[in-house]
């Protein structure tokens, strides 16, 4: 199969403290991962790509000083909400995409995690 | 831009009734279509795709989705549904960029099935 795991699965925190959400694909490699933010009852919303090695990639709208990315291996990535406010209460959900095969394009869902920020 | 729209935002069923959910999307070029699932509590798990070749295409649990490009449609189909089909549906779409890389993954609104027993 193809499974991808994050830790944590919930996690609530005091405003203005840092939360570090982990995305790994356990059995491929991924040379990229991409990071959704899901409001309820809407759909999921790219925040950004993130290939290892390099730079993530933002959508527009999305503060990148706000949610640091790293893609440090082909195995992990990272997102980290920083000086967390009420406002970034949400579901956060990580995908990967294998880096070569025939299911290249397919991406694989983690089973996300949600942000409480009190 | 590119867009995905799904038509019917909550679908209710009773058990064995047949089950259609459209998709659109608003691409010129080359498209990758997907659908995905998410049952109540879980992770997103792909139902089909779609990359190249015969148009109607048959995922997992008795899903099957036509790709009419002419349209530029991807509607989901079960001829049957059951209870544990209760989840919501995403649609998406990612586009080829001429010369071979890829796009994003771009996701439709989502339908969520209630289906009766």
């Known amino acids: 199969g193809a499974v991808v795991s994050q830790h944590p699965s919930w996690v609530i925190c005091k405003s203005g403290t840092s939360v570090k959400i982990e995305c790994r694909s356990l059995?491929?490699?991924?040379?990229?991962m991409f990071w959704y933010r899901q409001f309820p009852k809407q759909s999921l919303m790219l925040m950004a790509t993130?290939?290892?090695?390099?730079?993530?990639?933002?959508e527009q709208g999305v503060e990148k000083d706000k949610f640091l990315i790293n893609h440090a291996s082909l195995t992990l990535s990272t997102l980290t909400v920083t000086s967390a406010h009420p406002e970034d209460s949400s579901f956060y959900i990580c995908?990967?995409?294998?880096?070569?095969?025939?299911?290249?394009?397919?991406?694989?869902f983690g089973p996300g995690t949600r942000l409480l920020v009190l | 831009a590119q867009s995905v729209s799904q038509h019917n935002h909550h679908v209710i069923l009773s058990e064995a009734a047949s089950l259609e959910l459209g998709c659109n999307y608003s691409?010129?070029?080359?498209?990758?279509l997907f659908w995905y699932v998410q049952y109540p509590g879980q992770h997103l798990q792909l139902l089909l795709k779609?990359?190249?070749?015969?148009?109607l295409v048959k995922g997992i649990k008795g899903f099957e989705a036509e790709f009419i490009k002419s349209k530029f449609s991807f509607n989901l189909r079960k001829p049957s549904v059951q209870w544990s089909d209760t989840a919501e549906y995403f649609c998406?779409?990612?586009?080829?960029?001429?010369?071979?890389?890829?796009?994003?993954?771009?996701f439709g609104t989502g339908t969520l099935l209630a289906v009766q027993p």
């Open positions: 059995d491929f490699q991924a040379t990229t």
């Open positions: 993130s290939n290892e090695g390099s730079k993530a990639t933002y």
């Open positions: 779609y990359f190249s070749g015969d148009p």
């Open positions: 995908s990967a995409r294998r880096s070569r095969g025939p299911l290249q394009e397919t991406q694989y």
């Open positions: 691409y010129g070029g080359t498209v990758n």
């Open positions: 998406a779409v990612t586009a080829m960029i001429y010369g071979g890389a890829t796009n994003k993954l771009i």
